[in-house]
């Protein structure tokens, strides 16, 4: 099995523009991730000076103590909409980066098993044990490299199970409070 120079070429253009493309997509979930941080920290910023002007307005004691407590309930809101927001942002990016490594992956797959055809097509006389023993060791990494892709779809599942419960506990919890 040779390769010609154009192969070669074609190859490394290939994963250059597959990496062009990764790269853009981590540059874009990083510049939403930016975006949120500074609409966050707007809100933070625009909301304490707000809350402190109306602390600086209490007559008394007990108005002070009810500004402050008010404010847990809109800050643990808060907290959990940008939570949500960077698990979205996190979570897609993830998952497009996902995709495009599993069709690398699959595209690597494809060849290397093709390579690894011609080579045993070739392979001398009296190798049979070898070549058994390299064939067995590559299904093994590919099963290897099969698992640990699904284990990182199941743990996406299992984090996006968690934010959804923790976003649905954050929902429930004004509402049991108005109960009492």
Do not use: C, R, W
């Given at each position: 099995m040779t390769y010609t120079a154009e192969q070669f070429v074609a190859a490394n253009k290939t994963n250059v523009d597959a990496l062009e493309g990764l790269a853009a997509?981590?540059?874009?979930?990083?510049?939403?991730?930016?975006?949120?941080?500074?609409?966050?920290?707007?809100?933070?910023?625009?909301?304490?000076?707000?809350?402190?002007?109306?602390?600086?307005?209490?007559?008394?004691?007990?108005?002070?103590?009810?500004?402050?407590?008010?404010?847990?309930?809109?800050?643990?809101?808060?907290?959990?909409?940008?939570?949500?927001?960077?698990?979205?942002?996190?979570?897609?990016?993830?998952?497009?980066?996902?995709?495009?490594?599993?069709?690398?992956?699959?595209?690597?797959?494809?060849?290397?098993?093709?390579?690894?055809d011609d080579l045993v097509k070739s392979a001398p006389a009296g190798t049979e044990t070898a070549v058994a023993a390299f064939k067995s060791a590559v299904a093994a990494g590919q099963s290897i490299i099969e698992t640990a892709q699904n284990s990182a779809k199941k743990a996406m599942e299992v984090a996006e199970f968690n934010v959804t419960e923790a976003a649905e506990v954050v929902d429930v919890a004004p509402k049991a409070s108005k109960k009492r």
């Open positions: 997509q981590a540059y874009s979930g990083f510049e939403k991730l930016v975006e949120v941080n500074m609409a966050a920290s707007k809100s933070i910023l625009g909301d304490s000076f707000g809350h402190l002007q109306a602390l600086l307005g209490a007559k008394d004691a007990q108005e002070m103590l009810a500004l402050q407590t008010g404010l847990i309930k809109p800050l643990t809101e808060k907290s959990a909409a940008y939570g949500q927001q960077v698990y979205s942002l996190a979570a897609g990016t993830s998952s497009e980066l996902m995709k495009a490594f599993e069709s690398k992956a699959a595209d690597a797959k494809t060849s290397f098993s093709k390579a690894v």
